[in-house]
């Protein structure tokens, strides 16, 4: 970070400048927030199954056609079940039998809840005389119940209890046979619609598909068709959003693209869109895989434009629901991922079609927009639940009616398909989904150590681990009495082998056996000026001697140490400069570089210090890169730096954004964005936070980088800033 080379191995107290990193290209996402009506399906399209009883043989007489009631009302009682808010239809069925106004026969008057009152067609759970009882939307008898649409439907009889499910143990228990449908029912749904935008270079590209492909990602146009002159090519497209804010299994409602119109050689053009299958897109950079080779969604949707738009026009796709759909439902979807839509052009296809990319125009680059219902789980639906076959009723009954009147509760069951509680889908103004947070207490985090503060104070705040910006025994004691793990630092490598102290090494890994099997970080931002300041072959020597000190020479001092390489600080220029310091390990002393792991610092420029969505894709991307090079592959990161670096006096709201008191999305709480990021990729060992504490002894000239303090003061005394409070809750203190 912000430091300069050490004198001697000590423990810093004051910090040479250092300056912001300048990084072209990158564009921050663009958020709108709007609604719009969520209409439910219905849950309630089920028909319970006709079912035909057996005769009882324990009946001891046979009453008229009349079914009867357990309870003998008047002929005006009014029966008024109440259903549960998850049944929405009436609870009873009717007879075929037609009842008179009064119960023409009663059970026997026993107590006991035995079979012995049953008439001989045997009693269904409704209580029909009849040896069939079927129930139906409509009741056929005279005392009809009339549920209404509402969310805790009434239904009232008005002249006997002839059609009243069994309420009390002494007649007619109710069998457990009837089939239920049991859905959940949201009686109001929030819909949230967000709307995203090509926000870098690398975001838009057209492929020439010649041989071999051309990938454009620079042109200032998206070319969708073929072209048929001078010579004939299909084009394939990529479009990619960064930060889209969907919840895992978010029920999309509706999705579509927004192209601004520039020109097209005629009409139509016939084209086909597809999801990239995959849980996290790469931009559309050359050493990625280009459009036309990236795996599709099974879910593809046919765009003919068959008319053009008109001049200087937003126009939209057809509905892409159940492509962005497919992509949030893979196991791997994550909150604020990117996702990519694929073009590829018709064969039919004579013509294209061009819009503008963002490399014209960021605020005309390409467009989406998706809503989907927040609650971040696939979307309820009802689902009928048959319980077991019918067995003859038993004494145990299903509910009890009170004696003071004949209202009867029934079971939170479903008899019928009739009218349900339909919800109304409103447009709601909700938040937007809540922060990343996660899953569990932070494990792999840890600080930048500057000034005094004790290494008891970190690990109270939460630290796993620290640095120092070289290696002292005093430093290295306290943060291992602490319980933290300590990272020594070879700052400098300007002078290649000469950067080297084997003497310093020796001594500080000498003076205690706790100081074997350390990993070492090798050099600090050796691509800045003021920082380590060395070229490739200067890194090599200097990891060279390095190595040759601790493990590989005539007679090492640790032969158990790790080193990881090389605290780059340009996330353009990462893969370059690491490639440039392979070939020059390579010519120099024929084999590759002998490192164990990597070490990266993480930062934007000014203009796009809050976005952490853009840092997590340009870890992605150099994680994807690393992977394919033989000598780095399946080596664990380090993030041995990363934070915001903006002072108070300049930026006075960065603490809030830092902290997480902000609209939620890729420039929001961009601690807890970051802690998500590397705890759920498990080939980030360690990610340390820039800082305990700094101010103007630590920061460059007319700067005090102080918005990412952890600590008040330089001793450690209390955490009690936002960005200390909310590192402290991330790591589950």
């Known amino acids: 970070m912000a430091i300069a080379a050490p004198a001697a191995p000590r423990l810093l107290s004051t910090l040479p400048e250092r300056r912001p990193l300048v990084e072209p290209g990158g564009r921050t996402d663009l958020y709108l927030l709007s609604h719009m009506p969520l209409v439910m399906r219905d849950a309630d399209d089920l028909t319970p199954p006709t079912r035909t009883p057996t005769a009882s043989p324990t009946a001891t007489h046979t009453p008229t056609d009349t079914p ?5 009302p008047t ?13 929405t239809a009436t609870p009873t069925a009717t007879a075929t039998a037609t009842p008179t106004a009064t119960p023409t026969e009663t059970p026997t008057a026993s107590p006991t809840p035995t079979a012995t009152a049953t008439p001989t067609s ?6 029909t005389a009849t040896p069939t009882a079927t129930p139906t939307e409509t009741p056929t008898a005279t005392p009809t119940a009339t549920p209404t649409a509402s969310r805790t439907p009434t239904a009232t009889a008005t002249a006997t209890l002839t059609s009243t499910p069994s309420a009390t143990p002494t007649v007619t228990p109710t069998p457990t046979h009837t089939p239920t449908a049991t859905p959940t029912v949201t009686p109001t749904t929030q819909v949230i619609c967000w709307q995203g935008q090509a926000g870098g270079e690398d975001d838009d590209t057209t492929v020439a598909l010649v041989s071999p492909a051309e990938n454009q990602p620079y042109r200032l146009e998206v070319r969708m068709g ?7 090519y299909q084009n394939a497209n990529g479009l990619r959003f960064r930060g889209v804010p969907l919840p895992p299994l978010a029920r999309i409602t509706s999705a579509h693209l927004s192209l601004r119109y520039t020109y097209h050689t005629g009409l139509p053009v016939n084209l086909h869109l597809y999801g990239e299958a995959v849980d996290v897109s790469l931009p559309f950079a050359d050493y990625h895989a280009l459009v036309h080779l990236r795996p599709r969604t099974t879910a593809e949707v046919a765009w003919n434009i068959d008319a053009a738009p008109a001049a200087a026009s937003w126009f939209d796709s057809p509905d892409i629901t159940q492509i962005v759909q497919e992509v949030v439902n893979r196991p791997g979807w994550t909150l604020y991922n990117p996702l990519s839509i694929l073009v590829e052009s018709d064969v039919s296809t004579n013509h294209y079609l061009d819009a503008w990319a963002y490399d014209v125009d960021p605020g005309l680059a390409p467009k989406i927009e998706i809503c989907y219902q927040s609650g971040g789980e696939p979307y309820p639906t009802a689902t009928p639940t048959v319980t077991r ?7 145990t009954p299903t509910a009890t009616r009170p004696a003071s009147g004949p209202t009867a509760t029934p079971t939170a069951t479903r008899q019928t398909s009739g009218p349900t509680a339909t919800p109304t889908a409103t447009r709601t103004t909700t938040a937007p989904p809540t922060p990343p947070r996660p899953p569990g207490p932070g494990t792999k985090q840890g600080l930048q150590w500057l000034y005094g503060t004790s290494p008891q104070k970190m690990a109270a705040a939460g630290a796993k681990a620290v640095m120092h910006w070289g290696y002292s025994a005093s430093a290295a004691t306290s943060a291992l009495n602490a319980g933290l ?3 020594p630092v070879q700052f400098n490598c300007n002078q290649g082998e000469a950067s080297v102290n084997e003497s310093t090494i020796r001594s500080f890994v000498g003076a205690s056996s706790r100081f074997k099997g350390l990993t070492w970080l090798a050099f600090n931002e050796p691509d800045k000026s003021d920082q380590s300041n060395c070229t490739p072959q200067q890194a090599a020597r200097a990891f060279r001697k390095l190595d040759q000190v601790l493990r590989s020479g005539p007679n090492p001092a640790d032969p158990t140490a790790k080193l990881y390489c090389c605290g780059l600080v340009d996330t353009g220029g990462w893969k370059n400069y690491m490639g440039s310091f392979r070939t020059a390990y390579l010519n120099a002393y024929s084999q590759n570089p002998p490192i164990n792991g990597v070490h990266l610092h993480l930062y934007n420029n000014t203009a796009m210090r809050h976005d952490w969505c853009r840092l997590r894709d340009k870890l992605d991307d150099f994680r994807s890169w690393q992977q394919g ?12 730096e990363y934070g915001v670096l903006s002072s108070s006096g300049k930026y006075p709201g960065d603490r809030a954004v830092i902290s997480g008191n ?10 807890a964005g970051l802690f998500d990021v590397f705890q759920r990729r498990s080939w980030v060992q360690y990610h340390l936070w820039w800082a305990t504490y700094s101010d103007a002894g630590s920061s460059p000239a007319g700067e005090t980088w102080n918005n990412g303090n952890i600590f008040t003061d330089k001793n450690g005394s209390q955490v009690t800033s936002p960005v200390g409070v909310r590192y402290r809750t991330l790591s589950g203190r």
């Open 68 to 72: 009867t009631a357990s309870r003998t």
């Open 75 to 87: 002929a005006t009682a009014t029966l008024t079940p109440t259903a549960t808010d998850t049944s």
């Open 122 to 127: 045997t009693p269904t759970a409704t209580a």
């Open 226 to 232: 073929t072209r048929s002159w001078p010579e004939r």
């Open 389 to 395: 076959p019918y067995t003859p009723p038993t004494a």
């Open 485 to 487: 793990k300590y990272f």
């Open 629 to 640: 090079q033989g000598w780095l592959a399946n080596r664990s990161i380090i993030v041995s």
């Open 662 to 671: 902000c609209a939620p999305g890729c420039e929001c709480d961009f601690l």
